[in-house]
């Protein structure tokens, strides 16, 4: 059973930063494809970056030049450096591993 927990969230002003982190527990071993979303009140999940198992990233409009993805295989963890912050990037951020498959319970971020 995987799990996956968010943490590093919190409220920040306008062009400021915040980092996010995924750990996962559980199955751990072999490479795997991490994503980030963010969902708003109201709207669907809007994907953010995907990091797939050969390690390269992609990034939505959105958030590229801004938001950077990193990973750490040894620790079974990935991290999401977001710079510049707008308020519209205000939402709960998720992080998924295997195409979606495992979800991390949400964490939030405002951006005032």
């Known amino acids: 059973h995987v799990q996956l927990v968010e943490s590093g969230g919190g409220s920040v002003r306008t062009g400021g930063s915040l980092g996010l982190s995924c750990t996962a527990s559980g199955s751990t071993a072999g490479r795997h494809c991490w994503a980030w979303f963010r969902q708003v009140p109201g709207k669907g999940r809007e994907g953010l970056a995907v990091?797939?198992?050969?390690?390269?990233?992609r990034y939505s409009d959105s958030v590229k030049g801004r938001f950077t993805n990193s990973r750490d295989n040894a620790k079974n963890m990935v991290y999401l450096q977001m710079n510049n912050l707008k308020p519209e990037d205000t939402a709960v951020y998720y992080c998924?591993?295997?195409?979606?498959?495992?979800w991390g319970q949400g964490i939030q971020v405002t951006v005032s």
């Open positions: 998924t591993r295997d195409r979606w498959t495992y």
């Open positions: 990091n797939d198992i050969d390690g390269t990233t």
